[in-house]
């Protein structure tokens, strides 16, 4: 299945009366392994994808920014006057674009107002972080339009900022770095803590990712995302009573198991044991993609699913069912769950020549168990965000 960019100038002008002046364009993103890492100062291993948030503009003279979106067509047209720009979320899928204006207005002057469309092909809820699609998108629409020249870097931190602050979910920065700084047929090897990074050519070989959308809807406030942070940080604070450490990220396998008494708790141990492992993993499948071991790499994204569905309990039947069948099937190097968990997508590498097949017989399998479909894309490698004109 695909996704056509959407027409962007009917949008806006059916919103708005008048044709847009410039166009922009922010990725979603994947990552190939390190999962519930980013906030457990590990290391992560993301790319960004072609799938994404595309928007149109055009100044205004009423003083405001209004936004409304062709995902969401019943909400209408939504307007932030520049003056009220400083209140609290309105609970509305505007607040990344409010929280993002709010950072930047410390940069710079809105010196006038913006009428704003937007439309995504990111499948809503499905775990590629439209959040932070919508966070980069809207910050590079307000630093290029106002002239404030912010750093990608900048942009970045402060769309985690919003997320944790603004929006309320307590989330490590990966997505906003992997939607950021992505580059073309590109992973990003990046250390959480010092957010020192390295690019990784994905050479796949024939193989390819395939996205798998459980089509199961997840609410990153709604889930139990920021309680496996906190149960992280309990068996962190068990582990510093012995160990000069500031995040799970610094332990080693061998230290973790030297030291996993402190903790003794069925639940904190298996969080932390994901938490370290998945760091060791991540580095370890680095690794193997750098030296073209692909059934290694595959290997290793397998074994990170099997640690998010037993240690860190963040699948669910949905998940569960679509990577199961998915290592099933011929031409699979391996098959996990991507993001939070949940609901949301899987991914699989598969070989190219078996893809039709795979989505055939995964889709058939998933639609049996579960009662109704799910979607299947092959992902594409995509750059960070721009003007597109």
């Known amino acids: 299945m695909t996704m056509t960019t959407p027409d962007l100038t009917a949008g806006f002008t059916a919103a708005f009366g008048t044709a847009p002046t410039h166009t922009y364009f922010a990725p979603g993103r994947i990552n190939l392994i390190g999962e519930h890492t980013d906030y457990n100062g590990g290391h992560v ?40 720009l400083t209140g609290p979320k309105d609970n509305q899928w505007t607040d990344y674009f409010k929280g993002m204006a709010q950072g930047l207005a410390k940069r710079g002057d809105f010196t006038h107002g913006l009428d704003i469309y937007i439309e995504g092909t990111l ?28 750093p990608t870097l900048d942009l970045v931190k402060l769309g985690q900022q919003v997320e944790n602050h603004f929006v ?54 709604d889930s139990k995302y920021n309680e496996r942070r906190s149960e992280c940080e309990a068996a962190l604070a068990r582990l ?84 199961k069948a998915a290592l099933q099937q011929p031409g699979v190097l391996g098959a996990r769950m991507t993001g939070a968990g949940f609901g949301g997508c899987a991914i699989a590498l598969v070989n190219q020549a078996n893809v039709a097949a795979f989505t055939q017989a995964v889709g058939a399998a998933y639609e049996a168990a579960i009662g109704y479909a799910a979607d299947f894309y092959v992902a594409e490698i995509a750059a960070g965000p721009k003007q597109l004109s």
């Open 45 to 84: 291993f993301p790319c960004a994808i072609s799938l994404g948030t595309y928007a149109a503009v055009a100044q205004n003279a009423v003083n405001a920014f209004r936004l409304t979106s062709g995902n969401f067509p019943g909400n209408g047209t939504i307007t932030l006057p520049l003056a009220e």
């Open 123 to 150: 499948p809503n809820g499905a775990g590629l972080s439209s959040s932070a699609s919508i966070e980069l998108l809207s910050g590079t629409i307000l630093s290029t339009e106002f002239g404030l020249a912010v």
């Open 168 to 221: 309320g979910v307590n989330s490590g920065i990966m997505d906003q770095f992997a939607v950021g700084m992505g580059q073309v047929n590109t992973a990003l090897l990046l250390d959480t803590n010092t957010l020192d990074y390295e690019p990784v050519p994905l050479d796949l070989g024939d193989n390819v990712i395939v996205i798998m959308n459980t089509n199961k809807r997840r609410a990153l406030t």
């Open 240 to 323: 510093q009573t012995k160990l000069p450490i500031h995040s799970l990220g610094e332990l080693d396998a061998d230290t973790f198991d030297e030291y996993s008494y402190l903790i003794y708790d069925d639940t904190l141990i298996r969080r932390a044991r994901h938490a370290v492992l998945e760091n060791q993993r991540t580095l370890a499948a680095a690794t193997k993609l750098k030296a073209g071991d692909l059934a290694g790499f595959g290997r290793l994204v397998s074994a990170s699913g099997v640690s998010l569905a037993y240690d860190y309990a963040v699948t669910g039947v949905e998940l569960d069912t679509l990577v």
